[in-house]
């Protein structure tokens, strides 16, 4: 499922980053990882899988394409307001891109983990729904 080796420099860099939202713990490397980094605070506990985009300026629907395992693998943590799945996206230059993993959305966020106001959100799973409707028997 994974595609490659881990991103060991976007790693390294996602680590302050974490830090900054509370205790970081990381994972450790294997095919059924489907986090990176869990950030532990006091409300809400975050799951981040970080990841190397070589077009970290592509719409939020492209990277939804583009990272679509990834995201549905996030989608299997368990949920509830107190427990997010995030994906971080980091570009060969060092820009990062933030998203809130949600059951049926992909949320642009910031570095804090707060929604961009200006930022997109995509329904990603209507999409595929409606692709997997349109070829089910009738």
Same mark, same amino acid.
């Given at each position: 499922? !994974?595609?490659? @080796?881990? @991103? =060991?420099?976007?790693? +390294? +860099?996602?680590? @302050?980053?974490?830090?900054?939202?509370?205790?970081?713990?990381?994972?450790?490397? /294997?095919?059924?990882?489907? #986090?990176d980094i869990?950030?532990?605070?006091?409300?809400?506990?975050? #799951?981040?899988?970080?990841?190397?985009?070589?077009?970290?300026?592509?719409?939020?629907?492209?990277?939804?394409?583009?990272?679509?395992? +990834?995201?549905?693998?996030?989608?299997?943590?368990?949920?509830?307001?107190?427990?997010t799945? +995030?994906? *971080?996206?980091?570009?060969? =230059?060092?820009? *990062?891109?933030?998203?809130?993993?949600?059951?049926? !959305?992909?949320?642009?966020?910031?570095?804090?983990?707060?929604?961009?106001? !200006?930022?997109?959100?995509?329904?990603?799973?209507?999409?595929?729904?409606?692709?997997?409707? /349109? !070829?089910? @028997?009738?």
């Amino acid at each position: 499922m !994974s595609r490659g @080796p881990r @991103p =060991h420099r976007a790693l +390294e +860099e996602a680590v @302050p980053i974490a830090k900054a939202r509370g205790i970081v713990q990381m994972t450790l490397s /294997g095919p059924e990882r489907i #986090f990176d980094i869990a950030i532990i605070s006091k409300v809400p506990v975050t #799951f981040a899988r970080v990841m190397f985009a070589p077009a970290i300026l592509a719409t939020i629907q492209q990277l939804a394409e583009e990272f679509k395992d +990834e995201i549905a693998q996030l989608r299997l943590i368990a949920r509830d307001t107190a427990i997010t799945a +995030e994906l *971080w996206l980091r570009s060969k =230059h060092g820009t *990062w891109r933030f998203f809130l993993v949600t059951p049926n !959305s992909l949320v642009e966020i910031d570095r804090e983990g707060k929604r961009i106001v !200006s930022g997109q959100t995509v329904a990603y799973v209507a999409g595929i729904a409606a692709r997997e409707e /349109g !070829s089910a @028997p009738s």
